[in-house]
């Protein structure tokens, strides 16, 4: 995990933890590897494969109010990514860029976002059956938020 | 931070902490205290108050390809938010929710996610001035996404 690019830039000095995440639960994907997980959200609605949120239990109570159909902002925590790349050079983009200019998983704070439709709810199971997501099987969820147009989209 | 409101839900276990977050910067903003702090977004925008994102030196070389005009996915770590209330009644909503379905800063892993146009930039300098923010001054950053229209907004 730790060769470059040619023009990719690698941060030196160790990162300086400041804050703790908990997991609320994990993704059911049909991505078990990085070789077919698809590469954003749009291609992996594309392949009309839908994924599943499990909830861990201490968390269910938090479910309350979501409801079939509603659009949510997913945060999930993609464990295996390298955090020390600054810039990069990804193949659909040999001129590379800087990684706060990419939705590369491999970031700082490696913290994926994917804003999905809720097809189906059971709360007391911690289940969530959604449209789509480009993350791979068993990548372990932080938060869930209630997408709002007016806010998230065109800035206003 | 521990008292609950009739309706409220906290959880009664502790946080397991599984992953730590790096602060890559902060927020400058008008904000200073939660009393006059806009409550979204778009309150925000309304005051027509802009706000400058610090990056710090060493995570700058990551900024690169990011030009006035774009639309980027702030996320912020909003550090005096309590983490364990489950179900909430804010004062907007006195029918109540889970914590999942509401935007309120107080949530297990205390991400913000602001979607912010660039107004100018100096990489060299680490800063980003940005047309609004509803995040208090200080406030810690943890990452920066280029927003994308299509997967991060009508879900498809």
């Known amino acids: 995990m730790s060769g470059i690019r040619a023009g990719e830039i690698r ?4 990162l300086d933890m400041r804050a703790t995440l908990c997991f ?4 059911e994907s049909p991505w078990t590897d990085r070789a077919t997980c698809p590469r954003n959200l749009r291609a992996a609605r594309e392949t009309g494969q ?7 239990p201490d968390f269910r109570p938090a479910l309350d109010g979501i ?15 390298r955090r020390d790349l600054l810039r990069q050079v ?3 983009r040999p001129e590379g860029a800087g990684t706060f200019a990419l939705r590369s998983p491999a970031r700082p704070n490696p913290i994926g976002m994917g804003v ?16 789509a997501i480009d993350a791979l099987d068993g990548t372990p969820l932080i938060d869930l938020k209630p997408h709002m147009a007016l806010a998230d989209c065109d800035g206003g």
């Open 50 to 56: 839908p994924a599943t949120l499990h909830i861990a």
């Open 116 to 131: 999905v439709r809720v097809l189906e709810i059971d709360p007391t199971g911690g289940r969530l059956l959604i449209d």
């Open 24 to 27: 609320i639960g994990h993704i």
């Open 90 to 92: 990804p193949r659909h």
């Open 67 to 81: 409801t079939p159909g509603a659009l949510l902002v997913a945060l999930y925590w993609m464990h295996d990514a």
């Open 11 to 14: 941060l030196e000095s160790p």
